[in-house]
């Protein structure tokens, strides 16, 4: 599975969202985060999407320019803690369902 993530002004959330209504970007995961608790400005938020690599090609077309890629180092600090994050939620709902 590929991913990517881009960071937008978080007044650009709407403009963002219209964009991913395309057929295939709507089908693939979509995480919309903060970006202050993940290292970046307090006024903009990550948009992290995963899926198939065709789709990710699609998102490398229109996502930009309402909302830019991070540069490949930064990216994969913030891929690493949001699946971390992604993890201990899916941790801590199997908790609460076991004995």
Sequence with gaps: MSWRIFVLPKEK???VEEVLKDDVLWRQTRVFKDAAPLGGKASD??????????????ADEKVPPTA??????????V?????EEQ?????GMGLLFSE
């Design 68 to 77: 830019q890629p991070l540069p490949k180092d930064e990216a994969e600090r």
């Design 45 to 58: 938020l990550f948009l992290y999407l995963s899926g198939g690599e065709e789709a990710m090609k699609r």
């Design 87 to 91: 993890e201990n939620a899916a941790q």
């Design 13 to 15: 959330q709407d403009a």
């Design 79 to 83: 891929h690493t803690r949001i699946v």
